[in-house]
């Protein structure tokens, strides 16, 4: 069982810059690729950016490619969603997941998550 605490949300303005973590316990950090996703009230969970154990593949959806970047240190157990130009509908509740996939940017493919972080944007 992996439990995952994410870290980082805020309120900033646009064209702002965040950094989310979201550090792992109770499992095999680096045996699993850990993704991020987000959720704007009134809208379905979405995935932002996947990370494959190893770092080695990295996958961004579309509106974010460019300004987001994520990262993690399997030393540390934690996964970082490095989040630059932020711009209002960037705001959601962001979530951290890992799958025992080799990747996945799909949300059922994902077997823990963690709670959610807040990120607001304003404009």
């Known amino acids: 069982q992996v439990q995952l605490v994410e870290s980082g949300g805020g309120l900033v303005q646009a064209g702002a810059s965040l950094r989310l973590s979201c550090a792992a316990s109770g499992g095999t950090f680096s045996s699993y690729a850990m993704g991020w996703f987000r959720q704007a009230p009134g809208k379905e969970r979405e995935f932002v950016a996947a990370i494959t154990w190893s770092g080695s593949r990295i996958y961004y959806a579309d509106s974010v490619k460019g300004r987001f970047s994520i990262s993690r240190d399997n030393a540390k157990n934690t996964v970082y969603l490095q989040m630059n130009s932020l711009k209002p509908e960037d705001t959601a509740v962001y979530y951290c997941?890992?799958?025992?996939?080799?990747?996945?940017?799909?949300?059922?493919?994902?077997?823990?998550w963690g709670q959610g972080t807040q990120v607001t944007v304003s404009s």
């Open positions: 997941a890992a799958s025992a996939l080799y990747r996945s940017s799909r949300s059922e493919e994902y077997n823990y």
